[in-house]
């Protein structure tokens, strides 16, 4: 069974960078191909966010709400991929989940349980 | 980006009602749309895809219906289990957007 685990610091400060990564174990993978590598937030009034996703080349496409400040990359080897989200503020205060996305169906599953990041001085 | 509108918002009802929920696209997804159930404290879980589909280990008292623009969520026989918020998410269109939650108490 394929699980997924975020992790990083869960206080930053306004003005730097949230820095997570999301380390994949378990089950047969099709590890390099056939999936996206997705990252979604969820605020405290429980609305989610699409952040954006990553492929196996390393290929991405990001929210263009977050474009200027998101980048994600992947590294198959330690079957890890990451999240970086640059100038924070407040407003990106949110759980953000790690989730796969099998490209033929579309759906988000399994996802992360979550890391809660918090923005604060 | 395509506004993705659930209504109601919440709702309560008791073991054994029949509940549904309501999702509405500000343009046409065809069937490009998900329902994910989240729990307190847990990450959400997809239950219907392609907006009619029930995924494995879903319940049978889990239904979706609707195309378009317009797409319903029906929980029959209302368990205790089922307490949770209720997402709707559409893949038609990047960057994905999802609807508002409905937060069902029983």
């Known amino acids: 069974q394929v699980r997924l685990q975020e992790s990083g610091p869960g206080l930053v400060k306004p003005s730097q960078t949230l820095a997570l990564t999301c380390t994949v174990s378990g089950g047969s993978l099709n590890w390099s191909g056939g999936y996206y590598w997705t990252w979604i937030r969820q605020t405290a009034g429980r609305e989610l966010e699409w952040i954006g996703r990553?492929?196996?080349?390393?290929?991405?496409w990001y929210n263009p709400s977050l474009k200027s400040r998101v980048t994600m990359s992947i590294d198959v080897s330690k079957k890890q991929f990451s999240l970086t989200l640059t100038s924070v503020t407040a407003a990106d205060t949110a759980v953000y989940y790690c989730?796969?996305?099998?490209?033929?169906?579309?759906?988000?599953?399994?996802w992360g349980q979550g890391a809660l990041v918090t923005v604060s001085s | 980006d395509i506004q993705m509108t659930q209504s109601p918002s919440s709702l309560s009802a008791s073991v054994g009602d029949r509940v549904t929920i309501t999702c509405q696209a500000s343009?046409?997804?065809?069937?490009?749309l998900n329902w994910y159930q989240q729990r307190p404290g847990e990450a959400p879980k997809v239950v219907i895809y392609?907006?009619?589909n029930l995924q494995t280990g879903a319940p049978l008292r889990f239904s979706g219906s609707g195309s378009g623009t317009h797409f319903t969520f029906t929980i029959n026989n209302l368990r205790p289990e089922d307490s949770a918020t209720y997402y709707c998410?559409?893949?038609?269109?990047?960057?994905?957007?999802f609807g508002q939650g409905t937060k069902l108490e029983i």
């Open positions: 998410q559409q893949y038609e269109t990047l960057p994905y957007t």
């Open positions: 392609d907006a009619s």
């Open positions: 343009q046409d997804i065809s069937n490009f």
């Open positions: 989730a796969r996305q099998t490209i033929a169906a579309y759906y988000f599953d399994p």
């Open positions: 990553v492929f196996s080349t390393g290929s991405t």
